[in-house]
């Protein structure tokens, strides 16, 4: 069973920044994707930013600039890197692992999500 347990989130005034952890129960590199995802109240839950295997990064068009995804190998982490944060990132954040499947499929891990409340 996999666990992702994510830690780092708080209430702070907008223009600050946070950093988000999300630690893995096993090698974050035996995923195909590591993404953050979040969910303001009464909205979808929506991609943030995920990183590749290989590497590679994608960013949601509203946090691109201000947020970075990192990854600590060694100690089967991921990192949201939060600047210049705005009251519309208000929002539960969740950590996600996914691997895709030989039939077109995936399957999704999910932590328990930490709360991230930006004050105007």
């Known amino acids: 069973q996999v666990q992702l347990v994510e830690s780092g989130g708080g209430l702070v005034q907008a223009g600050e920044s946070l950093r988000l952890s999300c630690v893995v129960s096993?090698?974050?590199?035996?995923?195909?994707?590591m993404g953050w995802y979040r969910q303001a109240p009464g909205k979808q839950r929506e991609l943030v930013a995920s990183?590749?295997?290989?590497?590679?990064?994608n960013y949601a068009d509203s946090v691109k600039g201000r947020f970075t995804i990192s990854r600590d190998g060694a100690k089967n982490t991921v990192y949201l890197q939060m600047n210049s944060l705005k009251p519309e990132d208000t929002a539960v954040y969740y950590c996600?692992?996914?691997?895709?499947?030989?039939?077109?499929?995936?399957?999704?891990?999910w932590g328990q999500g930490t709360q991230v409340t930006v004050s105007s």
């Open positions: 996600n692992a996914r691997n895709r499947n030989s039939y077109g499929g995936s399957t999704d891990y």
């Open positions: 096993r090698s974050i590199f035996s995923f195909n994707l």
């Open positions: 990183i590749t295997s290989g590497g590679s990064t």
